[in-house]
């Protein structure tokens, strides 16, 4: 048997926001983007789950639409959130997990629109704090 060349793995650098359209429940590996930038899935559909591996925990991670969004961090004591439109209605909300293995220690969420959001954040979330000028329905 001969050597087997590795692949090079690409770097994505330099770049403040990532939007990623996802009508699928598709899934984003965040390992390779360096600089923490924010990561927003929209057109999300109900019954789907957007997910990000391997976030930053300087990120802000959005959602907008009707999905569902789970997000592991590398670490990550303090993660933030950005919702606008998220869920439909208090009888079907979206479901948002960051409690990250129960590492998870504090969630800021930045809001707009209006909000209908199952919230897992872990164990250890001793502080949830919501700005911004959403109308939000919270479930924690």
């Not at 001969?2 to 990623?20: D, F, K, M, Q, R």
């Not at 925990?57 to 907008?64: F, H, N, T, Y």
């Not at 629109?113 to 109308?135: E, H, K, M, R």
Request: proline residues 2%.
């Amino acid at each position: 048997m001969g050597t087997v060349a590795s692949t090079p793995a690409l770097v994505v650098s330099n770049v403040e926001a990532v939007t990623i359209k996802d009508a699928v429940g598709g899934t984003f590996n965040a390992i390779s983007i360096e600089d923490a930038p924010s990561i927003t899935f929209t057109n999300t559909i109900d019954g789907q789950t957007s997910t990000v591996t391997n976030a930053d925990e300087a990120s802000v991670i959005g959602l907008q639409g009707a999905g569902d969004l789970t997000v592991t961090y590398v670490t990550g004591d303090s993660v933030s959130l950005s919702l606008d439109g998220a869920g439909t209605s208090s009888s079907n909300r979206s479901a948002i997990d960051v409690s990250n293995g129960d590492d998870t220690e504090s969630v800021s969420i930045e809001t707009t629109g209006s909000n209908y959001v199952t919230l897992a954040a872990g164990p250890n979330a001793a502080d949830i704090s919501v700005t911004g000028d959403g109308t939000n329905w919270f479930n924690v």
